[in-house]
Each structure stands twice: as C-alpha cells, then as structure tokens.
T-cell receptor
Framework: AQSVTQLDSQVPVFEEAPVELRCNYS??????LFWYVQYPNQGLQLLLK??????LVESINGFEAEFNKSQTSFHLRKPSVHISDTAEYFC???????????FGTGTRLQVFP | NAGVTQTPKFQVLKTGQSMTLQCAQD?????MYWYRQDPGMGLRLIYY???????DKGEVPNGYNVSRLNKREFSLRLESAAPSQTSVYFC????????????FGNGTRLTVT
C-alpha cells in the first residue's frame, strides 16, 4: 500500500531564510502528488500539485516542489520565507491505480522574525 | 463562494451518545470524503463517496457510518461515541477521485468525555 513520509514534524526558520520541507512516498507505477497548507483553525488548502509533465511545479506564493521519480520524493521549497508562511504543511500522494489519497503526518513550519 | 460547509463547528458528547456531522458542497463535485485529524497522525480517511449513490470505507471506518444524501450532501454519523473519537473532523470534496485537488471545510472539533 502507498505510504507517505514527512520526516520533519517541525521546522523552525528565520524570516527571509530558505526552507525545504521533505516528502517521500513508497514506490508506485504512477502517482499524483500534492502539497496542502493548513492555517490555524482552518481546513487544508491546496498549495500545488503534480499530475504529469514538468517535474517542477510552482505555487502563486513562491513555493515550488520537484517530483523526483528515482528518489520517490516531492520536497517543497521556498527561497525566502515570510512570517505569514507559518502553518502546517501536508504532503499527499494519490496512487494512480487505486485513486486513494494518502496524507503524510504534516510538518509545522514556524517562521521567526 | 461557500465551497464546503460543515456543521457544527464544535461539539461535546458524552460516551455513548450519538450525533451526525453535516457536510454540503456547492461546487457540483462528484466525490466527497470524511477525514479525521489527530496530532502527529496527519489526516486519515474515514469514509468516502466516489459518486452519488456510492460509499466506501477508508482507513479508519470503525464506529462511523455515512450517508450520501444527494450530490451536495455527505453526512457522518457516530452511533455510540467513544473517547477515542475525540478529534477534528474534516469534510472534503473533489471533482474526481484521486487526481483532482480536494476542497476542505473548516472542520468540526469533537470532544467525547
């Protein structure tokens, strides 16, 4: 069965520093990959997705993620974070064979001034 | 632009009581889902409905039942609440199961004493 691993439960970083949130998934023939963001007391919102095509995908607020098939990873990066990026980030993987969406356990990004 | 609406936002139950969590979406989505979110465990799928008229078990269905009332509404019922069901419950919908992004409600915080 498909599984998703987010090794870092918390990532503290200073404002304007770069950040990488790691996501690895178990191997599968075909996958669809997502990053969601959750702000306090809210539901999850889609940040970006990879379905096919270019392996580098970007969001409107400066985040990007790269699909690496050989390493079964989909790490999320931002070159310069803002205080407003403080939130919990969830990686999710949909197995192309079963269409089941599996979430990682989340990474809490804390941005300090 | 209501999106996905969940009611209630908060609920406290005594062990053994029953309740129904309501969810409605106005995006004409085919698929709907119920997740629970617990600290350190990410989101776990309870039940889903790939299309109107169908429902299937997810990862943690025990103790829950669902009804896909029509295309818009998908309710979750706890017949006899237990303290282990204390959690935050999220309803979500998507155009298609698997590759389409999920749209989440703002959650129901349930405490079972």
């Amino acid at each position: 069965a498909q599984s998703v691993t987010q090794l870092d439960s918390q990532v503290p970083v200073f404002e304007e520093a770069p950040v990488e949130l790691r996501c690895n998934y178990s191997s599968s023939v075909s996958v669809y990959l997502f990053w969601y963001v959750q702000y306090p007391n809210q539901g999850l919102q889609l940040l970006l997705k990879y379905l096919s095509g270019s392996t580098l995908v970007e969001s409107i607020n400066g985040f990007e993620a790269e699909f690496n098939k050989s390493q079964t990873s989909f790490h999320l990066r931002k070159p310069s974070v803002h205080i407003s990026d403080t939130a919990e980030y969830f990686c999710a993987v949909s197995d192309g064979n079963t269409d089941k969406l599996i979430f990682g356990t989340g990474t809490r990004l804390q941005v300090f001034p | 632009n209501a999106g996905v609406t969940q009611t209630p936002k908060f609920q406290v139950l005594k062990t053994g009581q029953s309740m129904t969590l309501q969810c409605a979406q106005d995006m004409n989505h085919n698929s709907m889902y119920w997740y629970r979110q617990d600290p350190g465990m990410g989101l776990r799928l309870i039940y889903y409905s790939a299309s109107e008229g169908t429902t299937d078990k997810g990862e943690v269905p025990n103790g829950y039942n669902v009804s896909r009332l029509n295309k818009r509404e998908f309710s979750l019922r706890l017949e006899s609440a237990a303290p282990s069901q204390t959690s935050v419950y999220f309803c979500a919908s998507s155009e298609l199961q698997g590759r389409s992004p999920l749209h989440f409600g703002n959650g129901t915080r349930l405490t079972v004493t």
